[in-house]
């Protein structure tokens, strides 16, 4: 387990090289600098920036440096937020992002799994054809719509929720529902996929027929075997939470990571788009291999490291 | 096609309307999309302006017409031509086999290793944020897909009896890809089409909300929420309408895809 994981390990860092050798690229690429301004500036003072960022370098010298600097866990300054580096902005804006994204999860897990339950074990009666439908609808409304209805409905009409900023618990809510009800409306199809092929099995038949009450053979016996194919899509879903937030972010106003790289793009903050960039490599990197090692860890018939 | 669902079929006919709207946007749009009428700003929806003004006082319901065109052509233009990339480098890939397939998975895989929106930012901070910037980022990043999905199927199919014989009977390459695995191919790439144009119309859409995306003169249905964000709370129709089009237009090419996939595809 542990010579697989470290496998895995190496075997991430050659995507991580490729990411910030193609972000290096892109952002070199580009025609016109973070320090265009209106005014046109004295050429001293444009000379004494680039050396100060290095930008006077050759191209192959930057892109060592840069590297270098990586691997000391430098991600550089910003460009625009004048006086701090890219790892202290990352270091704030993370948590609120991961809290966000964690709270997602709950409304993923806890609205799709119950959801896809419910509907595989009352097949083809009202309940499974509305829990369908709803998980339908989850996944065809964009998050911003979603996003948008719940601010005008909840916040501006009936004044249940404040519309935006990081305040509290009662600020997580609506971003938390907007960003994971896609996503719980997959889990749940797939989830009752699952279950409904479990519970044609002779298993459940040799547990029911041995007494056993309804929700023991629902929850212990089917649940169990049905959860693998949820488990596998949580690796795409970290990917999903993270782009996702791009949009929930810039609606409710939450300083998080995401709301940070798009100011970051519109404020041509390269250092900045870099280094988010990366952590979120990092970060989908991780939660494949996460996801691999859960895989394996609850289903005994998938072996490692083979 | 004996069993197409009922909501499949009104999925069809209202894209065929809204399409047909776009193309013909000149005479279906009451007014231009940027004529404005100072007197008659922020209207709510009324007879003349069905769907109300935004605050330089333009009809929203010629604007979304207009914004149809922008929406659907990014959704439509760069699914087709993923589909074409994807199909050639997923057959060639499939069909070589071995080191070829080897390689050519392994740039495939490096594509996918960052999330679709994060790259589609990442090329368009390089290609600029015109449709054509846009253009080339989607592009760029949903033809791996489809080269994933196609060279799965060639795999499974160049192992079939019938290729089997083709090639016993001293048919060339190019003969068996065109006349015995490309008809096998028809019914997934029409799935895949229905069901890719809605990720691409929303990745648009979702760019151009955060202002990352389509930038004046054109604007598309994103462009359109984007500038009714600012107003929700007192003219919440600006931000309402463009969105239940983007909503309604996803919902109507996954239902089509699903009675498609119902009636094509040879495995369900």
Redesign the interface.
């Known amino acids: 387990m542990l010579l697989y994981f470290c496998k895995r390990i190496l075997y991430g860092i050659p995507v991580l090289i490729t990411v910030a050798t193609l972000t290096f690229g892109i952002m070199h690429l580009v025609p016109g600098g973070p320090f265009d301004t209106e005014k046109k500036l004295p050429p001293e003072i444009i000379a004494n920036i680039e050396a100060k960022y290095h930008l006077n370098e050759p191209l192959v010298t930057q892109y060592f440096l840069y590297m270098k600097q990586i691997l000391q866990g430098d991600l550089g300054p910003s460009y625009k937020y004048i006086g701090r580096d890219v790892s202290a902005i990352i270091a704030e804006t993370f948590p609120v992002s991961l809290t966000l994204g964690l709270c997602a999860v709950v409304v993923i897990l806890g609205l799709g799994i119950p959801g896809g339950i419910v509907a595989a074990y009352w097949r083809d009666t009202a309940i499974d054809r509305s829990c369908v439908f709803l998980a339908t609808l989850g996944i065809s409304v964009p998050s911003f719509v979603l996003g948008t209805v719940l601010v005008w409905g909840l916040s501006h009409k009936l004044h249940w929720l404040p519309p935006a900023l990081w305040e509290g618990p009662r600020h997580v809510i609506m971003p938390a529902i907007a960003l994971g009800a896609g996503f719980a409306g997959y889990i749940a199809r797939l989830t009752r996929t699952t279950i409904l092929d479990v519970l044609a099995a002779d298993y459940i038949r040799t547990a029911r027929a041995k007494g056993l009450s309804e929700p023991t053979v629902l929850l212990k016996h089917a649940l169990k075997n049905s959860i693998y194919p949820v488990v596998s899509v949580m690796g795409p879903l970290v990917a999903g939470l993270v782009t996702g937030s791009f949009v929930i972010e810039f609606i409710f106003s939450i300083p998080g990571m995401g709301s940070f790289f798009i100011t970051a793009v519109t404020n041509r903050d390269y250092p900045l788009i870099m280094g988010v960039t990366l952590v979120y490599a990092v970060l989908i990197v991780l939660a494949n291999i996460v996801v691999d090692m859960m895989y394996a860890w609850l289903d005994p018939r998938v072996s490692l490291g083979k | 096609m004996k069993h197409f669902p009922l909501s499949s079929r009104l999925s069809a006919l209202f894209l065929v309307a809204v399409a047909l709207a776009a193309i013909f946007a000149p005479w279906v749009a009451p007014f231009s999309y940027e004529t404005q009428d100072t007197a008659n700003t922020l209207a709510s929806p009324n007879p003349a302006n069905w769907l109300g003004t935004d605050r330089l006082g333009r009809d929203l319901f010629s604007r979304m017409i207009y914004g149809a065109r922008v929406s659907l052509f990014i959704g439509v233009a760069t699914t087709v031509l993923a589909i074409l990339i994807g199909t050639v480098y997923g057959a060639v890939s499939g069909y070589a086999g071995k080191r070829t397939d080897n390689l050519m998975m392994r740039i495939v895989?490096?594509v996918f290793?960052?999330?679709?929106?994060?790259m589609i930012?990442?090329?368009t901070?390089?290609m600029g944020r015109g449709v054509t910037g846009i253009f080339i980022a989607l592009t760029m990043v949903s033809w791996v897909t489809v080269a994933r999905l196609v060279r799965g199927e060639v795999l499974r199919i160049k192992e079939l009896t019938f290729v089997e014989a083709a090639r016993a009977l001293g048919a060339s390459h190019a003969r068996i890809f065109v006349r015995e695995i490309f008809p096998n191919l028809v019914g997934i790439l029409i799935i895949t089409l229905s069901f890719r144009i809605?990720v691409a119309i929303?990745a648009e859409?979702?760019l151009s909300?955060?202002?990352?995306g389509i930038s004046p003169p054109f604007s598309s249905w994103g462009t359109l929420?984007n500038d009714g964000?600012t107003a929700?709370?007192f003219y919440?129709h600006l931000?309402?309408f463009p969105?239940?089009a983007?909503?309604f237009t996803?919902?109507a090419f996954?239902f089509l895809g699903e009675g498609l996939r119902d009636a094509l595809d040879p495995r369900t």
């Open positions: 895989d490096v290793a960052l999330p679709d929106l994060l930012i990442l090329i901070v390089l809605p929303l859409s979702t909300f955060i202002g990352l929420a964000w929700v709370k919440p931000i309402l969105s239940l983007i909503f996803i919902l996954n």
